[in-house]
């Protein structure tokens, strides 16, 4: 099972040479080509796995291609995102007449009008960048092949330009790390029949990926927010349910077709992790004469939950938290292990592995009795079991 997800990388340049924008491209292997099935699912999985399921106004400009079908749902949908800040470009645009027809409804919400400069002669490509000269559209020379290429589409007025002149696609091999589809449906299912939140923050609780995601698109879309997120109920009151549900639904639709088998290399580790969390959640009350929050068992089970996200995401603690608005104490109980909660992960981690020299020494610092640590053990076992 192929665990990685390629993705293209093309920059658009501006007239000084520097580099405006990049587009991103699927590709199916390294061998930076692609074949796709579905242009849909293929734009949902670049966006998952590259842009952590957001698509924000402010970095984002989304392509429509010349292939669209033209209905009125796409203009409507297209007016709406257009009233929300988006922007947009359209693709390959040709001077023909049944093009200029078959798009008009749409070239008004169009930002950016990207032309093939090799599709056809020079002429007509001066006689349509005539034509939309006075719509305020930015025009994006493509298939810019060399210097010639790049010098004539100066002078015909192109203001940015992409092509193999300045680059090939540079290539990004990520891991890809798609949780459980049955997960995601169950989630789906409860979002849709308007379930108690509770029930919903039961199933994100379940799994690493969804709680890590979570937080990185909340980090996208709250930022001026500054608000520090100390457990996943919290984090899913700033996201908002219908927010929640067009994430959990791009993230099922970009896994396609490929069926979870357990082969998948977050299971065994969100396993452990679920297990850590369950453990750390009945741990905290027990905890002595310590200064911990008022949701500080949901602090303890969010610990748990992404204490194991190095592995998870081949990724360090501390670039993580670039993408996360966590904590203070949480950050610290995960990179450093400090403070209460790190003290409790550090006793869970001596748990697993059966160091009892460094379990007598956590519990004594905690407060905790061999007694209270069995029973937690025992309820944390039992939950693992009903998952």
């Known amino acids: 099972m192929d665990l990685s997800v390629y993705l293209g990388r093309m920059p658009i340049m501006n007239e000084q040479g520097d580099i405006f924008a990049y587009e991103l491209l699927h590709r199916c292997s ?7 099935d579905d242009n849909v699912q293929a734009t949902a999985r670049v966006l998952v796995n590259d842009l952590i399921f957001c698509i924000s106004p402010e970095y ?6 010349e292939e ?6 796409l203009i409507e949908r297209i007016q709406t995102l ?3 800040g988006y922007t947009f470009a359209l693709n390959h645009y040709k001077s023909d007449e049944s093009f200029l027809e078959l798009f008009k409804p749409i070239i008004p919400f169009a930002r950016y009008i990207k032309i093939d400069i090799r599709r056809d002669t020079r002429e007509k490509i ?11 559209i930015i025009c994006i020379a493509e298939k810019v092949e060399d210097d010639e290429d790049y010098e004539w589409a100066k002078e015909a007025g192109f203001e940015y330009f992409e092509g193999y002149y300045f680059s ?21 299912y409860f979002l849709k029949k308007d379930a108690p939140i509770e029930e919903v923050i039961h199933i994100i609780n379940t799994s690493p990926y969804l709680s890590v995601n979570m937080l990185k698109f909340i980090h996208l879309h709250h930022q001026s927010a500054h608000k520090r997120i100390s457990s996943i109920d919290q984090a899913i009151v700033l996201l908002g349910r219908q927010r929640l549900t067009y994430w959990v639904e791009l993230m099922t639709y970009a896994q396609g077709d490929t069926p979870y088998d357990g082969d998948n290399i977050s299971s065994p580790l969100g396993k452990i992790a679920r297990s850590r969390a369950y453990l750390m959640e009945e741990l905290s009350p027990l905890v002595q004469g310590a200064k911990l929050q008022d949701n500080h068992a949901d602090s303890a089970y969010l610990v748990g939950i992404l204490s194991l996200g190095e592995a998870i995401f081949l990724s360090s603690f501390k670039d993580l938290f670039t993408q996360m608005d966590l904590d203070e104490n949480i950050a610290k109980a995960l990179e450093f292990k400090e403070g209460t ?17 460094e379990i007598a020494l956590f519990l004594s610092h905690l407060g905790i009795s061999q007694n209270a640590l069995n029973g937690a053990m025992m309820r944390a076992y039992q939950r693992s079991c009903t998952y």
Do not use: W
């Open 68 to 73: 669209s079908l033209i209905s009125t749902q």
């Open 126 to 136: 001066i006689n349509m960048l005539e034509r939309i000269r006075h719509q305020e």
């Open 168 to 188: 090939k696609p540079q290539i990004y091999i990520r891991e890809r790390i798609d949780p459980d589809s049955k997960t995601l449906l169950k989630l789906i």
């Open 30 to 36: 390294d061998e930076n080509r692609t074949t796709i």
């Open 60 to 65: 984002f400009i989304l392509e429509i291609l």
């Open 341 to 357: 909660l790190g003290e409790l992960l550090k006793l869970c981690i001596a748990v697993e592995r059966n160091s009892f020299d």
């Open 82 to 84: 257009h009233a929300k």
